[in-house]
């Protein structure tokens, strides 16, 4: 059973440009969070996600940011116009369940914006 | 609202020797999970163990324990026969139980080395 896959592993972006990264839960997982993690940092909840269904985005910040879980395909980060302050580690983890699961982490993508 | 501390940013232990990681937490909750994470160089975040609020046995995985005291608000982990392996940031975290939350709440994490 392969676990949470996050691509690009590296992503490098000018500033204005748009970031995209992707998560590919777990198999028989469809419930996704997404979590920033900035250097020397916990990691900083951002949004949560079923398929098709945004159920708590009260950690993403409410410009340049969107996050999607179609029915079918990965669920898609983007953040548009990056600027050096995105610069950041990006987790995704998902669970089988709601709260009473547990997370499983992919390995991360770091974003640098220069 | 939430909130999870880990008051020791560096811990040092020599191999085979136990370390003991603090962590305490407030909530107005009274059903929640919490959670120790690892966070190795390869910065892949890694599951150690899971402990349920309502269960007073306190979880174990192996060499990793925790102490968890449900008044006092503080949920310590313990290592037992350190490990080089076991260098890593650990990070505790919280979630709440029920409804549409989930998201888990991160301390700043502590960095452990492992000293041969």
């Known amino acids: 059973n392969a676990g949470v896959m996050q691509n690009p592993r590296h992503l490098v972006r000018r500033r204005g440009q748009e970031a995209r990264l992707r998560c590919s839960p777990m198999?028989?997982?469809?419930?996704v969070y997404w979590y920033r993690q900035l250097p020397e940092e916990g990691l900083k909840f951002m949004v949560y996600?079923?398929?098709?269904?945004?159920?708590?985005e009260s950690g993403m910040p409410k410009e340049r940011f969107s996050a999607e879980f179609p029915k079918e395909g990965p669920s898609i980060l983007r953040i548009q116009q990056v600027v050096r302050g995105d610069s950041a580690a990006y987790f995704c983890?998902?669970?089988?369940?709601?709260?009473?699961?547990?997370?499983?982490f992919g390995p991360g993508t770091r974003l640098l914006v220069l | 609202a939430q909130t999870v501390t880990q008051s020791q940013p560096e811990m040092s232990v020599q191999e085979a020797e136990t370390v003991t990681l603090s962590c305490t937490y407030d909530?107005?909750?009274?059903?929640?999970?919490l959670f120790w994470y690892k966070q190795p160089p390869s910065r892949q975040m890694i599951l150690v163990i899971r402990?349920?609020?309502?269960?007073?046995q306190n979880a174990t995985e192996n060499r990793f324990s925790v102490n968890f005291q449900k008044a006092a608000k503080s949920f310590s982990l313990k290592i037992s026969d350190s490990q080089l392996g076991d260098t890593a940031m650990y990070f505790c975290?919280?979630?709440?139980?029920?409804?549409?939350?989930?998201?888990?709440?991160f301390g700043k994490g502590t960095k452990l080395s492992v000293k041969p």
């Open positions: 983890a998902s669970s089988p369940g709601g709260a009473r699961e547990t997370q499983y």
């Open positions: 198999k028989g997982h469809s419930h």
């Open positions: 996600l079923q398929k098709e269904n945004i159920i708590d």
């Open positions: 909530t107005s909750e009274n059903n929640y999970y």
């Open positions: 402990q349920e609020a309502y269960k007073q």
């Open positions: 975290a919280s979630s709440l139980y029920g409804g549409s939350q989930g998201n888990l709440i």
